[in-house]
């Protein structure tokens, strides 16, 4: 999964949606705890779902300070 790139990111609000490259969408039920880990280390909680097709949801908050 290194050097991976989307082929669009959506961010609205507390949601995002990623949309994978069509040669990477086997990668998606990886892919998407491993975005929600990487906002966590950023101190965003968030919660990843591969949809099955080609793309991840992603709903995240902002941790309290």
Same mark, same amino acid.
């Given at each position: 999964?290194?050097?991976?790139?989307?082929?669009?990111?959506?961010?609205?609000?507390?949601?995002?949606?990623?949309?994978?490259?069509?040669?990477?969408?086997?990668?998606?039920?990886?892919?998407?705890?491993?975005? /929600?880990?990487?906002?966590?280390?950023?101190?965003?909680? /968030?919660?990843?779902?591969?949809?099955?097709?080609?793309?991840?949801?992603?709903?995240?908050?902002?941790? /309290? /300070?």
């Amino acid at each position: 999964m290194t050097g991976h790139r989307p082929t669009a990111v959506v961010v609205e609000g507390d949601e995002a949606i990623v949309v994978l490259d069509p040669k990477r969408v086997r990668e998606g039920p990886i892919l998407a705890p491993h975005l /929600a880990g990487t906002l966590a280390e950023l101190g965003i909680k /968030a919660t990843a779902r591969f949809d099955g097709k080609a793309a991840v949801f992603l709903t995240f908050e902002r941790k /309290a /300070a």
